[in-house]
């Protein structure tokens, strides 16, 4: 877009302070503004970063007191304006017109509700049933008897196994393979022997799958994310995991066999945990955290094995001042040897 | 499955001690086992356990005394009857047909055994050579003069490019990338200038490797997975591993260029490890473990860098105690001070 | 290749010290290499390392000194012969000749340059610009209005979605997904609802991106990665990043939204940094490094949080003595009591 404040501050029907005429043809947080970027405050506390913002103009809330050199268009909730702009003046979305392309290959007794589209070169094995409103991208393959729930949207080149329940309004990326076989297997004589995974994968509604994620079926019985729980890029969930509602689970997360996380749980990336053990509700787990015990109090978790925040936080600044330590440590050996006139067990006087 | 502890009895030919009314529905570990569950125990140490498990039925080893309120199945091998249950009461494992898919395209050229199946849009290059009994997935991938051994499966969406040897009975799950160019270049003006990755891959008989797993293609020669080895999802192997038998690669493990892995290795989930040095036979390295130097020593390491679980344990055991011993070290300070009548070299009182 | 020593002199018109009929059969790195290897010494530092080599025959610069045991092929410039001489043996690179395939779905008002391959079951969508001499490999996915520039070569099944821009020269390996939905979500009572992703990714010239690595749009404007820079495989670039020129991301690398990264860096395997920072130019990230924090002296940089080598260095070197330490404080302290008289505050005697 580029677009004048006033052309904005009209579509919107909001009341500008400034000039109407400045141009902006992109939006950014506050803080990453640059030149010719529209930004918004929502909350009082970001109000006072606006004066060293780079932005152009910015959407503010117009109960908040603001006093800046950018124009300001006012108004009363900036994140349902900003949805109405991005509406408005961004590209419109790619939308897939319904109908079965001719070189999808949909399996005779494939069950397809109204609407649903299949693109080219998409596989739809036997005994499937897709809901309404579906979009199957081309490339996705979707394996015997599973099932796709309405309104889900799977990207070009989504791989599902067999048997797997997809929820209404699942949103898949590309790359992303559901119902791999766990990782099981059995030492007989020194050699790995394959446990077979007869389990499934059931995701469920309002659940959104970043691209090349990869989400493996149970060994008996199924893996499991629930309702409204959002999971970002190269994440890897394990045979029989059990994942909560409303839970973020960010990019390069790993999670092992059997691993429980709760609801309203944030891993942030490249955190891993080990199997067979529980994140309770409400538990935020840094970046690069590794998971090692059930972790049952609310609160936010850091380091590897994961630590309640402010512990580790207090001993880490003890780390970080070691090498002083330490010198304090051989001056006090110094000092006690010479009160006692004998020699004391250090070793060494320097790290 | 939903089954009568009974009618399981009868179908092992197994004493049953408790009531074989009971009806179970799926099959879980002692510690994770709920309502409905039947569960198993094949070691003497998991007996303890059955108190408080949860599960509604048990198959025990008959050898085993074991005292619990939930009836109990007693066979000779609980693992054997397992395995016997699943293929008879499990939903029947997916199964290709033999014959190339008419949309599949295979160069006039390529060489396929007896009873090889070849799926809907795979793409089968010249000079490829394909063993009896294989399955080729659906959008799979094969790159010219590639070779892929009898009984091998690839799942829908495996990419293989040229000249890659694969093995007997190898299992590969979907968004597999094997024999991408290795990550090589030279530095030339401050510009990196890519050296060509003329090598190739090798993956030796019985390996799995898991979904979006990627194992790249040697600057010379060869990468090599040897036998038995065992691979789970979004693994990296860089060009030049070489990784030995009867190994396991948890998920995300990633591998540098050139790194050794030794036989009866297991890389636990998020670990990694540097390029040109070996980790040798039966060693063990836990989760998110960073692998420096050279591992010799058969044993357990964890930390990054990768130490000696017990050195590990015993130094961590006094980092988690550092505030405390700081405080000791702040009162002896005082002590020594008052001792020597003069001011100690410590700068601050409290960390 | 198997060939004689004397015959690589011949083809590369050197002068050979030592046994002519000595037959190599594979290139590696002095360190590496084994019986049978032709191994390569381009600077003086690797003389000494020649002597425990296991190469058959080497490659050296023709004015550096070098005495050893196994046949000398003396040339101006070693990696330039190197170059020649896998060029002259080894197995030719695969070639896709130009043309679409019938079975590619190629979008009517696509454009498409001079000796474009399309290769079976591409699917290029409306409005797509593709420049001369690219090559789009089989089950390749290209997005609404995307543009790739002239000699771009696409692996088999690399997805792009719409209106992203590719460069010139771009290398995409197996599995890349460019274009996803960034991760951005906005929490609306407890539930989070999907924020619009109306942004795009530009790959600029002369990058390399390696395979099933993700590369995600912006929420507005876009993702960039500038001219030169290559990336791993299994890497993850989030929304709106910024990745500067002849920079380098190994292997399942993760930059979460946001995150900036300058020219010259060099980010090793697995490392990671947090969202909405920088990491500045000529910076070395260390493998599984965290970055948590701006970065803008040049320099390497190691551990979680990402913390200056040296400083690092010194502060590991007190960690992994601090069971030795702690038992220097309990002796101090039992000093100190009896100095004093006086029981000391230590509760305990040994950790």
């Known amino acids: 877009m580029e677009i004048s404040v006033g052309q904005l501050a009209d579509f919107l029907q909001a009341e500008v302070i400034g000039d109407r005429s400045v141009i902006v043809r992109n939006v950014r947080g506050v803080e990453e503004a640059e030149a010719g970027d529209l930004t918004f405050v929502v909350d009082e506390k970001y109000v ?130 559901i119902g791999a076989d766990g990782f099981g297997y059995e030492q007989v004589n020194g050699k790995y022997e394959k446990i077979p995974q007869v389990g499934t994968v059931v995701i469920e509604d309002d659940v959104e799958i970043g691209a090349n994620t990869t989400i493996d079926r149970a060994r008996f019985d199924k893996t499991i994310v629930r309702r409204g729980t959002k999971i970002d890029n190269l994440v890897m969930i394990a045979h029989n995991c059990e994942v909560g509602e409303d839970t973020i689970l960010c990019g390069q997360v790993g999670l092992s066999g059997s691993a429980k996380v709760g609801n309203h749980v944030i891993m942030a990336g490249q955190s891993g945990m080990v199997g067979h053990i529980k994140i309770h509700d409400n538990i935020i787990i840094g970046a690069q955290c590794g998971v090692t015990k059930e972790l049952v109090k609310p609160g936010f978790y850091i380091g590897s094995p994961a630590t309640p925040h402010m512990t580790y936080k207090k001993r880490e600044s003890i780390v970080v001042r070691l090498p002083e330590i330490y010198k304090r440590l051989v001056a006090l050996e110094k000092e006690v040897e010479e009160l006692t006139g004998r020699k004391s067990g250090g070793k060494e006087s320097e790290g």
């Open 48 to 177: 006072a970063l606006l004066e060293r913002s780079k932005a152009s103009a910015v959407l503010v809330r117009a109960d908040l007191e603001v006093t800046c050199k950018i124009p300001q268009i006012r108004v009363k909730d900036p994140r349902e304006a900003l949805r109405r702009l991005v509406a408005a003046f961004a590209p419109p979305p790619i939308t897939y017109a319904p109908g079965v392309h001719p070189t999808a290959i949909v399996a005779e007794d494939a069950v397809l509700g109204k609407n649903v589209s299949v693109q080219p070169y998409a596989v739809v094995e036997a005994g499937v049933t897709i809901g309404d409103d579906v979009v199957i991208g081309a490339h996705c393959y979707i394996g015997h008897y599973t099932t796709i729930g309405e309104g889900s949207f799977l990207y070009p080149r989504v791989t599902i196994r067999e048997r797997v329940v997809i929820g209404k309004r699942v949103i898949i990326h590309p790359g992303v393979v």
